[in-house]
């Protein structure tokens, strides 16, 4: 191995892991967070790739514990309380802005200096560019929900600047500079040569830098869905542009999915999904409305085989459960807990230590491989081909022009997204994993809801965009804010109008902030980014978390 030097630390952030092919005496020094260590630059590609997910503390905090619930995929296992749509813990949605500040920002950062230093800075063109467009992804993530972010200047010390007390940019401008970045690297892309090889680094593509320039054009579309509310103009010339060029999205294999070896994300804050979350009566409801094959990647079949069922009906005669199936869903209303089916769904109960709760329990293998003695991988979607399929196929019947109809958009999704989740549940090794075959497939896509009717076409693309984003929460989170989808009233996916005592409850929509307290650090900026933000009446108290970050404007 090359020689590693040793540099202090001057900005805030932690060094984790490298590669497993690094020397047990690399491992070491890489562990000591006083430190950081200039090695080969394409090899940080690794750690931005790996920390835009493999954070347990977040799954459990931003997925389970919240979006998951509020959105209606998952119910708690005996039911949710009263507090469960309030904003209810100080850790939600705090986690990824930590992540992306100081761990995938800074490894980015910091490779892209350390390469700048090198005889040689122009070979590593291809990496340096693959990890900005992951930290374009990460950074759109994060500022979902906590708006205005020290982007442009946030990681100087770990390039080689000296600004300690970074500026934040608002979300108007980040996008602005997102967009730029990412034509940028598409051209980067396109017309580096003698480049560093990123295979052995790069646990998206493997290297295949055509890919990259699919995925960075894909994120232009993303950040044009994110103009929609503020600038439709806007959002359609940017789609116009990606939907115009031919390097685009045009396959499953074109997906953006870290994929990981399961020993990588062996993390028992990623198995507590088992805990937290049951099928509800939206989300399960759907997929046993359609037969959706992805119900099994989704949910384990429960324990209710008709020798159990038998079994315990004969041993409990005031509590029999003939009446259930082998796929059933809880609900997500408080105030429906008190009616005796719903009593009797979310009741729990063992025999002979197996469980015989009708509720399904989530196919936790596909969020940790090692989970329940697993062998398998585990993979963190992004921005899948189904998902930029769904995007085009909306901007389409919005007016954009495009190779392809709405129609043709919407179909290649949804066969995309069975194809992509088909492929994850045997790469995961779920429990009692059974392929989809290709007659199971067509039978289901040729259903009336599910086939291509124009009346409702923009429900259709809806729905699909929020069944396929059941492993990217965020986004479907995105999609609730953007249109008020899933709601009561679709034809399609009808959610729950949760109540609590009479009182209809509300999605939370972005971080509840705290006011920032003269003397810390960065002071003045962080005072600076909330009274921009508060300047937007939609945005409301810096504390309430109902309260609307400036994509997310409020449309009458």
């Not at 199936?325 to 009593?343: I, L, Q």
Request: some cysteine; charged content about 20%; glycine content about 6%.
């Amino acid at each position: 191995m090359n020689t590693i030097k040793k540099y202090i630390l001057t900005a805030t952030g932690a060094v984790a892991l490298l590669l497993s092919s690094c020397t047990d005496k690399f491992v070491e020094y890489n562990t000591d967070i006083r430190t950081i260590y200039e090695v080969e630059p394409e090899r940080f590609l690794y750690n931005v790739q790996a920390n835009t997910s493999a954070n347990g503390w977040e799954w459990y905090y931003d997925y389970y514990f919240a979006n998951m619930r509020w959105l209606q995929y998952g119910c708690r296992p005996l039911g949710n309380t009263v507090t469960t749509f309030t904003y209810g813990n100080s850790n939600i949605w705090r986690q990824r802005y930590d992540n992306c500040f100081l761990n995938t920002g800074s490894y980015m950062r910091h490779m892209e200096y350390l390469a700048s230093q090198l005889p040689n800075a122009d070979a590593y063109t291809h990496a340096v560019e693959a990890a900005r467009v992951t930290l374009i992804y990460q950074s759109i993530f994060t500022s979902d929900v906590q708006g205005s972010l020290a982007y442009t200047q946030g990681w100087s010390l770990r390039s080689g600047g000296d600004i300690e007390d970074p500026a934040f940019e608002t979300q108007e401008t980040l996008y602005g500079i997102w967009d730029n970045e990412l034509k940028a690297a598409i051209n980067k892309f396109n017309t580096a040569t003698n480049q560093v090889s990123i295979k052995n680094y790069d646990m998206a593509f493997g290297g295949d830098i055509s890919q990259w320039v699919k995925t960075a054009n894909a994120l232009r579309l993303r950040l044009a869905l994110r103009w929609m509310k503020r600038d439709m103009n806007k959002a359609k010339s940017i789609a116009a542009e990606v939907l115009g060029s031919s390097n685009i999205p045009s396959s499953t294999d074109d997906s953006f999915v870290i994929w990981l070896s399961g020993v990588e994300t062996n993390h028992s804050d990623f198995e507590s999904i088992k805990d937290l979350i049951r099928g509800t009566v939206t989300f399960m409801g759907y997929l046993k409305k359609y037969n959706d094959p992805r119900k099994r990647m989704f949910f384990r079949e429960n324990n209710l085989t008709p020798e159990n069922v038998a079994k315990w009906n004969a041993a409990n005669p005031n509590d029999r459960l003939s009446e259930y199936g082998r796929y059933e869903a809880g609900t997500s209303n408080y105030d429906a807990m008190t009616k005796p089916e719903w009593v009797k769904m979310h009741k729990d109960r063992m025999m002979d230590g197996v469980n015989m709760t009708p509720l399904n329990f989530p196919q936790t293998r596909m969020f940790s491989g090692y989970y329940d003695g697993g062998s398998g991988g585990t993979w963190w979607p992004k921005l899948t081909y189904a998902d930029f399929c769904f995007m085009a196929a909306e901007f389409v019947l919005n007016g954009v022009a495009s190779s392809k109809s709405a129609e043709q958009w919407y179909t290649e999704g949804v066969r995309s997204s069975l194809e992509l989740w088909n492929k994850a549940g045997d790469y995961c090794k779920i429990h009692n994993y059974v392929p989809m075959t290709d007659d199971e497939i067509n039978t289901f896509m040729a259903q009336e809801g599910i086939k291509w009717n124009a009346s409702i076409g923009k429900e259709q693309i809806y729905a699909q965009t929020y069944v396929e984003h059941f492993k990217n929460v965020n986004e479907a989170h995105a999609l609730y804010r953007r249109v008020g989808y899933p709601n009561p009233i679709s034809p399609v996916i009808a959610n729950e109008a949760c109540t609590a005592n009479g009182v209809l409850q509300a999605v939370p929509r972005r971080f509840s902030f705290t006011p920032p307290i003269p003397g810390t650090s960065n002071y003045a900026n962080n005072k600076e980014r909330l009274d921009k933000m508060a300047e937007d009446p939609d945005f409301g108290n810096i504390t309430d978390a109902f309260g609307r970050i400036w994509w997310d404007k409020k449309i009458d």
